[in-house]
């Protein structure tokens, strides 16, 4: 199986900061990445698929960059909105593994 | 709008098969893939199987040997059995509709609805 790794588990950082998640991949995955979003109590929330490209809908503070195995989520100007936890996801290779989450908190 | 509903007990005893049916109401059961999720309480996500509308399917291996997809197109319903459940199994339970995107002519697919879950705690 694919692992996948996010670093940092768990952030705190204030309204309007640049914020940036990274997910890492144990093989290359080219750019099969996707990006969830999940608030306390709710179900998962797609951002992101093809590592960069954003769903219709999802606030352009949202971007995705990466290839490989190294990859990244950023907000750009954080919002009390984004409170949430963040994973992303490989679909390159069955079984279809997450990362394992990362907790965003408003300083 | 399309939604998904999960439904099925929320308690089930150890040993026993736990049983969910997903409901897709609002759209079409067909021309999509489906998918179970499930995530142990305070936990990450897991992948558990896909089928799409003409039955083709495909398992997480860690749970394939216990588990069962299958879905009724007619009644737009897709349902998930999980064999000899432990307290490892409890969790809440996700259906997921499969979507297709495409950059450039590359394409890549992304769970883009999901259920609200439904917790499933095994438990004598």
């Known amino acids: 199986d694919i692992q996948m790794t996010q670093s940092p588990s768990s952030l705190s950082a204030s309204v309007g900061d640049r914020v940036t998640i990274t997910c890492r991949a144990s093989?290359?995955?080219?750019?099969?990445l996707n990006w969830y979003q999940q608030k306390p109590g709710k179900a998962p929330k797609f951002l992101i698929y093809a590592a960069s490209s954003l769903q219709s809908g999802v606030p352009s503070r949202f971007s995705g960059s990466g290839s490989g195995t190294d990859f990244a989520l950023t907000i750009s100007g954080l919002q009390p909105e984004d409170v949430a936890t963040y994973y992303c996801q490989q679909i390159y290779i069955s079984p279809f593994t997450f990362g394992p989450g990362t907790k965003v908190d408003i300083k | 709008q399309v939604q998904l509903q999960e439904s099925g007990p929320g308690l089930v005893k150890p040993s026993e098969t736990l049983s969910l049916t997903c409901t897709v109401s609002g759209g079409s059961i067909s021309n999509y893939y489906w998918s179970w999720i499930r995530q142990p309480p305070g936990k990450g996500l897991e992948w558990i199987a896909y089928i799409n509308y003409s039955g083709s399917t495909n398992y997480n291996p860690s749970l394939k040997s216990r588990v069962t997809i299958s879905i009724v197109a007619s009644k737009s319903q897709l349902s998930l059995k999980l064999l000899s459940v432990t307290a490892a199994d409890t969790a809440v339970y996700y259906c997921a509709r499969r979507e297709v995107g495409f950059v450039g002519t590359k394409s890549y697919w992304y769970f883009d609805l999901w259920g609200r879950g439904t917790l499933v705690t095994v438990s004598s």
């Open positions: 093989q290359s995955i080219s750019s099969h």
